[in-house]
Nanobody, 127 residues
Framework: QLQFVEAGGGLVQPGGSLRLSCAAS????????IAWFRQAPGKEREGVAC????????SYRESVKGRFTVSRDNAKNTAYLEMNSLTPVDGGIYYC????????????????????WGQGIWVAVST
């Protein structure tokens, strides 16, 4: 069974930091690009960051540039999202997703392109 297990979410004060992890099982992560998405209550799921299968290429949503860092350790079959200077706007459920890039598209916006999804993990930013 192909699956991700996410960890690292929780409640943090504004200005704080969290590091999310996304551990893959049942498949080899190095064959997939990874994207992080988030969904706030009542809002659509939005892309946050992407990293290519070899880790050489990354992209970020404009609002998180300079604050979030996406990374991966293929030897550990795990991807990460480091989040700093968090604000309440960053709150929501965060999902990691794997894309086999069968059509050579990096970081596709189409959610149906992603083959495996994490279960989602809560991030709340509040005093």
């Amino acid at each position: 069974q192909l699956q991700f297990v996410e960890a690292g979410g929780g409640l943090v004060q504004p200005g704080g930091s969290l590091r999310l992890s996304c551990a893959a099982s049942g498949f080899t992560l190095s064959n997939y690009g990874i994207a992080w998405f988030r969904q706030a209550p009542g809002k659509e799921r939005e892309g946050v960051a992407c990293i290519s299968d070899d880790g050489r290429r990354t992209s970020y949503r404009e609002s998180v540039k300079g604050r979030f860092t996406v990374s991966r350790d293929n030897a550990k079959n795990t991807a990460y999202l480091e989040m700093n200077s968090l604000t309440p706007v960053d709150g929501g459920i965060y999902y990691c997703a794997a894309d086999d890039a069968a059509d050579d598209t990096f970081c596709p916006a189409d959610l149906s392109k992603y083959n495996v999804w994490g279960q989602g993990i809560w991030v709340a930013v509040s005093t």
